[in-house]
């Protein structure tokens, strides 16, 4: 297990799993993508409007 007691550390240890971050960042990405274009619209809403003449 690698010790991480420092900001350089943790920017070493992304800098050896530079390839494994990337593939993880990508993929959580394209499904945040396909979720928001191919889920249906739940919120979908219609109003009506009551005006009242003469005030």
Same mark, same amino acid.
């Given at each position: 297990?690698?010790?991480?007691?420092?900001?350089?550390?943790? %920017?070493?240890? %992304?800098?050896? &799993?530079?390839? #494994?971050?990337?593939?993880?960042? %990508?993929?959580?990405?394209?499904?945040?993508?396909?979720?928001? &274009?191919?889920?249906?619209?739940?919120? #979908?809403?219609?109003?009506?409007?009551?005006?009242?003449?003469?005030?």
């Amino acid at each position: 297990m690698i010790n991480i007691r420092s900001f350089r550390d943790l %920017l070493r240890l %992304l800098f050896i &799993f530079q390839r #494994e971050v990337r593939i993880t960042v %990508l993929a959580t990405f394209v499904i945040i993508l396909l979720g928001a &274009f191919l889920l249906p619209n739940r919120y #979908e809403s219609t109003a009506l409007l009551l005006v009242k003449p003469g005030r």
